[in-house]
């Protein structure tokens, strides 16, 4: 009965499995649809002018790959001066669209026949099924055919699991006449533990050495606290990896070694006080040192307070991130959510004078040996800010300003040597992983020399510029 009823969740199992990869292969009109939902109704609408320009029919007045290079990174078209870049860039008033550098072609196509699916359909029923027209369906055909594949491969599947479980019925029957069980599920039981073992503890060892050298502690922390932090980690997992060894090895080889073999009557040992006391106080001065270091560590992180350290603000919205920086007074100016508007996204209170000569950026610049507060904030909903390689996290909630102080210690162009990758760059990620788009929040981290850094932030512009210097109100 018990084999039974592990045939039927593997064959559930299975099911999910195969309709999860169905899902993952159709990639056309729907997938555009929720893409271009999480990530440019905020600026756009098929019919309408919102932030950006109405997309309508976008299809016939650009080309693919134009389209495609101008989603992933319209400014560099405008810096670099691509004429249709450039009018449209002037015709929408220079507000500048985000770059989405971590869409793929196929995402971007799939957004792009969303839109012209749209634009095709009938103006008084713009969003229903029915009106779904052509440029879909022939998308849809390849993916019939490649969901009857997996409906053919389930039923396979699902057959083999019946099949499999008449032997075994059929097995046990034979073993109730001859009076002998055909299968020994004891000694079976047992031998499927040690396998379980052994394959179980090459699989940890297969996964640390290939997955390992994909993790960011390969290449080493970049900030000063990392050191601690990574330290704490090492020891953390060394301590808990031998306990991991340890208890699996028991556990599964006492499975094995005492697998009934008809004759042998297990002992009657009731307890034993000096293996209770060990395995009680052991675990518990190890825990009460991890925790008390973990502590120290803590607060060294925390409390990392320097009134010389630069005030920036990492501003996170559905779906994106924008850097505030305080300019030279080192004051950021106040935030008004009254104020959050198409022109005001962050919601800047414009009558803060502090505010005046504030930065806002794509792009977070951090000098190097520096310290910085980062501030965090939120528009609307939760998102969690993860600079995985300065060993930073900071959850971002909207109407809870948090911070996080440190300073990093590896400039990029030494990160690219050191990792011998010359294309590497930092990242800022949201760790959020509920819904669908918050995985696909980045922002590109620099970690300049302190030349670099004045000179990168020289050239951008502050928010009230004529209040500050002679250069236009650039108010976004
Ligand atoms: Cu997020």
């Known amino acids: 009965m018990k084999i039974r009823n592990l045939f039927f969740k593997i064959t559930f199992l299975v099911t999910v499995l195969f309709s999860f990869n169905h899902s993952l292969s159709a990639q056309t009109v729907e997938e555009g649809k ?39 990174n319209s400014q560099a078209m405008v810096k670099s001066g691509d004429p249709e870049a450039v009018q449209v860039y002037k015709e929408n008033n220079e507000s500048i669209m985000t770059s989405f550098e971590s869409l793929t072609d196929t995402q971007i196509k799939s957004i792009l026949a969303y839109v012209k699916a749209e634009s095709e359909a009938p103006a008084a029923v713009p969003q229903t099924a029915g009106t779904m027209p052509a440029a879909g369906n022939n998308a849809n055909t390849t993916n019939n055919q490649e969901s009857n594949i997996n409906w053919m491969l389930m039923i396979i599947g699902i057959l083999l699991i019946v099949i499999i479980s008449q032997v075994f019925k059929i097995l046990s029957r034979i073993g109730e006449i001859q009076g002998k069980p055909v299968v020994t599920w004891n000694k079976t039981n047992g031998i499927l533990m040690m396998a379980f073992l052994i394959i179980g503890l090459l699989a940890t060892v297969w996964e640390f ?14 900030s000063e606290h990392g050191v601690e932090y990574d330290s704490m980690f090492m020891i953390t997992l060394v301590l808990t990896g031998i306990v991991f060894v340890i208890t699996q090895v028991l556990l599964f080889w006492y499975g094995f070694k005492y697998k009934s073999d008809g004759k042998r009557k297990a002992l009657y040992y009731p307890d034993n006080h000096k293996i209770e006391l060990l395995w009680t106080i052991i675990p518990a001065i190890v825990l009460t040192v991890l925790v008390i270091r973990g502590l120290i560590t803590w607060n060294h992180m925390t409390n990392h307070n320097d009134p010389k350290a630069r005030k920036i603000e990492l501003f996170a919205y559905q779906f994106g991130w ?49 310290p910085v507060d980062l501030a965090f904030r939120a528009k609307d909903v939760i998102h969690s800010a993860l600079l995985p390689h300065f060993r930073v996290q900071m959850n971002v909630v909207p109407g809870l300003p948090t911070k996080f102080s440190f300073t ?30 918050h995985y696909r929040m980045k922002m590109k981290v620099v970690i300049d020399t302190k030349e670099e850094y004045q000179k990168w932030i020289n050239s951008q512009n502050v928010l009230v510029a004529n209040k500050v210097k002679n250069k236009t109100v650039a108010l976004k």
């Not at 893409?35 to 309508?56: E, M, Q, R, S």
């Open 34 to 72: 929720t893409l271009f939902t999480a990530n440019c109704t905020a600026c756009h609408a098929i019919k309408d002018k919102v932030v950006g320009p109405a997309l309508k029919d976008v299809d016939k007045r650009r080309k693919e790959a134009w389209l495609i290079k101008w989603i992933k």
């Open 408 to 437: 990093p210690t590896v400039t990029t162009a030494e990160m690219r040597t050191k990792m011998n990758k010359p294309g590497f760059d930092y990242v800022l990620l949201c760790n959020k992983i509920c819904g669908s788009a």
């Open 209 to 222: 050495a290939v997955h390992g050298p994909l993790t960011v502690f390969e290449a080493g922390p970049a």
């Open 322 to 370: 924008n850097a505030r920086y305080a300019g030279t007074d080192n004051k950021l100016g106040a935030h008004n959510f009254r104020e959050v508007g198409v022109m005001n996204a962050l919601g800047v209170d414009t009558n803060d004078v502090n505010a005046y000569d504030d930065v806002i950026t794509n792009e977070l610049h951090l000098e190097v040996n520096q």
